[in-house]
């Protein structure tokens, strides 16, 4: 089974509906983040969290939440979808120790679609 | 200007050939950097780090930092077909991590 798994791995759905990306990870990491992926534009972090009590803005946060509800379990949401949120979607965790080297490690990634 | 600037390619080449990866910056700050490999349909996984200015080395690949320039090479020698995937650099400075938009490499038999 995958250390950081991502539900769901395709989704299609239409622009003002509401979605929920689910990530859940087994390595014990404290840390979680949701990265989006476009092409020309490489990886660009929308939300982080350290623990269960903290969440952060990235560089893309705009038209997306988050919700960390356990320490394994980090939830992505639009809440009114647009076109220009179709992108690939990343999950990944990182521990104290590897965090500041930058190792991450990512979920195989949700590819969504909006119409 | 992007944070990070790296050639998407695509980048075709024969079995056995040496490959030469490279990316720019402008944040002097960044201090660790990366490479990571992400096959088609899969999540990118960390390839090399390195802290720094200097050269690394691991196996058939070789990771170099040049700060002064803003500059970092990636090398693969005697390049496998298993080594077709985007390579994406990344850089880091206390959890603020850019990364490049990868170069997509094709390695032929």
């Known amino acids: 089974d995958a250390d950081v798994t991502q539900t769901p791995r395709n989704r299609i759905t239409k622009t003002g509906k509401r979605i929920m990306l689910e990530c859940s990870q087994t390595?014990?990491?404290?840390?979680m983040y949701w990265y989006r992926q476009d092409p020309g534009l490489g990886l660009r972090l929308i939300y982080y969290?350290?623990?269960?009590?903290?969440?952060n803005k990235g560089e893309i946060s705009d038209g997306y939440s988050v919700s960390r509800q356990a320490q394994a379990k980090f939830s992505l949401s639009l809440e009114s979808a647009i076109p220009n949120q179709t992108a690939l979607y990343f999950c990944?965790?990182?521990?104290?120790?590897?965090?500041?080297?930058?190792?991450?490690?990512f979920g195989e990634g949700s590819r969504l679609t909006v119409l | 200007q992007k944070e990070v600037e790296q050639d998407p390619g695509p980048l075709s080449v024969p079995e056995g050939a040496i490959v030469s990866l490279n990316c720019t910056y402008s944040?002097?700050?960044?201090?660790?950097f990366m490479w990571y490999r992400q096959y088609s349909r899969k999540g990118p996984e960390l390839l090399m780090y390195?802290?720094?200015?200097g050269n690394k080395e691991d196996g058939r690949f070789t990771a170099q930092v040049d700060k002064s320039s803003k500059y970092i090479s990636l090398f693969i020698r005697d390049s496998q077909p298993s080594d077709s995937a985007t390579y994406l650099c990344?850089?880091?400075?206390?959890?603020?991590?850019?990364f490049g938009a990868g170069t997509r490499l094709t390695v032929k038999p």
């Open positions: 990944a965790t990182s521990d104290l120790r590897t965090g500041d080297t930058g190792e991450l490690f």
């Open positions: 390595k014990g990491h404290d840390r």
């Open positions: 969290s350290f623990d269960v009590k903290d969440i």
């Open positions: 944040n002097s700050a960044f201090q660790y």
């Open positions: 390195t802290y720094s200015s």
């Open positions: 990344a850089m880091s400075n206390n959890n603020d991590m850019r």
